[in-house]
Nanobody, 122 residues
Framework: QVQLVESGGGLVQPGGSLRLSCVGSGSIFSIDVMGWYRQAPGKQRELVATITGGGTTRYGDSVKGRFTLSRDNAKNTVYLQMNTLKPEDTAVYYC????????????????WGQGTQVIVSS
């Protein structure tokens, strides 16, 4: 059993900052890629940012220069620092990971967290 547990969402004013965290737990052998996607009402889920075990990051165009993703491999945790937030950043943010589990480390699986709401509004 694997869980991805998100935290850090909430209400913030435009121009403000939030930090999201996602912790992986359970029968995890290794995590290849970990990151965040978001889905606003009436829109498709979109990439926010991902990071590999080696630290290579990828960002969605709309968040480049404002969001920073980091990872603590020892803790199976990623952190998304979101600065200069805009109303259009309002969405449910989902943690995602591609990982290997015990006892079959040669197979990779995709897992999603339950999501955390971010609302940017004055």
């Amino acid at each position: 059993q694997v869980q991805l547990v998100e935290s850090g969402g909430g209400l913030v004013q435009p121009g403000g900052s939030l930090r999201l965290s996602c912790v992986g737990s359970g029968s995890i052998f290794s995590i290849d890629v970990m990151g965040w996607y978001r889905q606003a009402p009436g829109k498709q889920r979109e990439l926010v940012a991902t990071i590999t075990g080696g630290g290579t990051t990828r960002y969605g165009d709309s968040v480049k220069g404002r969001f920073t993703l980091s990872r603590d491999n020892a803790k199976n945790t990623v952190y998304l620092q979101m600065n200069t937030l805009k109303p259009e950043d309002t969405a449910v943010y989902y943690c995602h990971a591609i990982l290997a589990i015990v006892p079959n480390p040669n197979n990779k699986y995709s897992y999603w967290g339950q999501g955390t709401q971010v609302i940017v509004s004055s």
